[in-house]
């Protein structure tokens, strides 16, 4: 006979309890994405860019939230999407002298980093919405 250590007495309760925090954590999670997805896409899109404001929303939500999920398959979503915003605002930082000096160097260079985003995103999004953990191998 095994010991379910996660819902002590197999209390019907602290399973209800539990779904909820997930579709909870899985509602934050879906706002967050959609968020960094209309900043990805507004990426592509002449005077599309919307980004910084939507992007610092979904950044706070994500940090205020985190300590929520910790223990669940969705804190690994909360790691990748920080990761991701963190990382891409380093590079476009990094490279904004390129784009300011050297228009068409700069525009690839921002070119690159946003199919990166938006890839991590929809990567993101599509194992989210499987109810897989993120892999930390990129």
């Given at each position: 006979m095994t010991q379910d250590f996660t819902n002590p007495g197999n209390d019907p309760g602290v399973d209800q309890a539990r779904l909820q925090k997930l579709q909870s954590l899985n509602t934050v999670g879906t706002i967050s994405y959609i968020l960094h997805l209309i900043v990805a896409i507004g990426a592509f899109i002449p005077g599309g860019q919307v980004g910084p404001v939507l992007l610092i929303v979904a950044l706070i939500i994500d940090l205020v939230k985190r300590p929520d999920a910790e223990g669940t398959w969705h804190a690994s979503h909360f790691r990748w999407r920080i990761r991701t915003v963190i990382?891409?605002?380093?590079?476009?930082?990094?490279?904004?002298?390129?784009?300011?000096?050297?228009?068409?160097?700069?525009?690839?260079?921002?070119?690159?980093?946003?199919?990166?985003?938006?890839?991590?995103?929809?990567?993101?999004?599509?194992?989210?919405?499987?109810g897989l953990p993120m892999e930390f191998t990129a």
């Open positions: 990382t891409a605002g380093l590079l476009y930082l990094v490279t904004f002298p390129l784009f300011l000096l050297l228009y068409f160097p700069g525009a690839i260079a921002w070119a690159l980093i946003s199919f990166w985003f938006l890839y991590r995103i929809v990567t993101g999004m599509v194992r989210m919405n499987k």
